[in-house]
């Protein structure tokens, strides 16, 4: 079914043939086929879903358009709608919102729902308790198999996960967690006490979000408990909310290493004017701190004058410093991003780069060096303060790069800030000094 053809059918009222259609359609591919259709027509569309999958295409869709959605909704289908939601999903939508139309919305819900929502919202954005789920399997100790399941079978029957039951004793705190493959082959009176195993990773309710996601990368879990500061269980994480999270961090990382603020919309639902917002203040910090580069220039004059030639080559050397740098700064953001690197392995960091600086610096002095004098007709001194430099220069940016986005983890900033933008613009810096330096040297000037 194509976009034009369902909004060609709600614009002619063929309801019944749309109501039809979306009816055998998966939740995710409704969301994305409708999402995009006029405010008037998305309602209209949206109320055609039978109720028990309205919750699920809403939750597949952006943001954005949950909260425009949800708006020209009745109250009481606003309140279905957060009812079925799980909380963690619920929480996010609500984040968004006015506090004005958050008060609204939660006053027609049951207050069960309304009180574990309001519970997530006071957790700081990005922790562990504000992307948690409260919808999980949870057994009390002392329960035989029997009991435990049919407590499960009590229990709401809509869970974030299925694979895992958690045990707590009775103040809620967590003892251990169970497969629930355990409960089908043991047999029914088995004690779940002796079957529950101890829970190697629990998460806490003010864990980083990074971190939360590099325990399930690192370990391939599926679902982890999170506890409050007293062990007490509180909620879960699926690996479904990771995924997000790690596109969410690596679209953040890759937006600070461009110089942009990130930003948590997509592309084509930014303004101009927010976009404009977000990456001015950067492009005036690195303008400015461009016009060192103008002023060391500006201070050789003289040199450049007497050698002309000399101007030709500082586009090269300051690009190709610029690119080593990078290089050596994505590549220790990254490993610092998994925990491959630490500060203190900035020692070995800098011995390595040293030997690829120094193997690439002459590799390139070597081809420049043939091009030079084959080619461009340079005279042998000349080619030799430019290949020098060019050595020179590649150590120099790839030892920067590599060691400044680990003394910005280890002072607490960012590593990603001090990506391509900064390292380029301090190795365009260098080039130069290195530059005329040799040039002096080596020609007298």
């Avoid at 910090?285 to 003289?302: D, K, N, P, W």
């Avoid at 000399?310 to 990254?334: C, E, H, K, W, Y």
């Avoid at 610096?361 to 060019?390: E, M, P, Q, R």
């Amino acid at each position: 079914m194509e976009f034009e053809e369902i909004k060609e059918l709600l614009v002619n009222r063929k309801l019944t043939e749309v109501k039809k259609i979306l009816k055998d359609m998966n939740e995710y591919d409704i969301a994305s086929l409708i999402e995009d259709l006029p405010e008037e027509l998305l309602v209209k569309a949206f109320r055609l879903l039978p109720k028990d999958m309205a919750s699920d295409v809403f939750a597949n869709m952006e943001e954005d358009v949950q909260v425009n959605l949800i708006t020209s909704l009745t109250k009481n289908e606003a309140a279905d709608i957060i009812e079925d939601m799980y909380t963690d999903d619920a929480a996010d939508l609500l984040d968004e919102m006015p506090a004005s139309m958050v008060t609204k919305l939660l006053s027609n819900v049951s207050k069960e729902t309304r009180s574990s929502i309001n519970k997530l919202l006071k957790y700081p954005d990005n922790s562990a308790g504000s992307l948690m789920a409260m919808e999980y399997i949870h057994l009390k100790k002392g329960l035989t198999i029997k009991e435990s399941i049919d407590r499960i079978r009590k229990q709401k029957d809509d869970f974030v996960s299925y694979d895992s039951c958690f045990v707590t004793d009775n103040s809620r705190k967590l003892l251990g967690i169970v497969d629930v493959k355990d409960l089908l082959i043991n047999p029914m009176d088995t004690m779940i006490d002796d079957i529950m195993q101890e829970c190697d990773h629990v998460l806490t309710t003010l864990m980083d979000q990074e971190e939360v996601a590099n325990i399930f990368q690192d370990y391939d879990y599926s679902t982890l408990p999170v506890v409050d500061s007293e062990n007490r269980l509180v909620g879960i994480i699926t690996i479904d909310d990771v995924v997000d999270i790690i596109e969410e961090e690596a679209t953040e990382d890759m937006e600070k290493m461009a110089a942009i603020t990130p930003s948590d919309k997509p592309y084509m639902k930014t303004g101009v004017i927010e976009t404009w917002k977000k990456r001015i203040p950067w492009l005036l910090l690195l303008m400015i701190s461009a016009t060192f580069t103008g002023s060391i220039i500006s201070h050789f004059e003289e040199a450049l004058a007497t050698y002309v030639v000399l101007t030709a080559f500082i586009p090269m050397l300051m690009d190709t410093g610029g690119n080593a740098g990078s290089q050596a700064s994505v590549s220790i953001i990254r490993s610092l991003s998994l925990e491959e690197v630490e500060y203190k392995d900035t020692l070995k960091v800098l011995w390595k780069e040293l030997r690829v600086s120094i193997l690439c610096g002459v590799t390139l002095a070597i081809a420049n060096f043939v091009k030079l004098i084959l080619f461009d007709g340079v005279g042998f001194t000349i080619a030799l303060v430019v290949c020098i430099t060019l050595v020179i220069t590649v150590l120099v940016a790839k030892l920067i790069g590599s060691s400044l986005p680990i003394l910005a983890k280890r002072l607490g900033f960012d590593p990603a800030v001090m990506a391509s933008p900064f390292i380029t613009t301090l190795v365009d810096a260098c080039s130069l000094l290195i530059y005329f330096r040799m040039a002096s040297l080596l020609l007298g000037i």
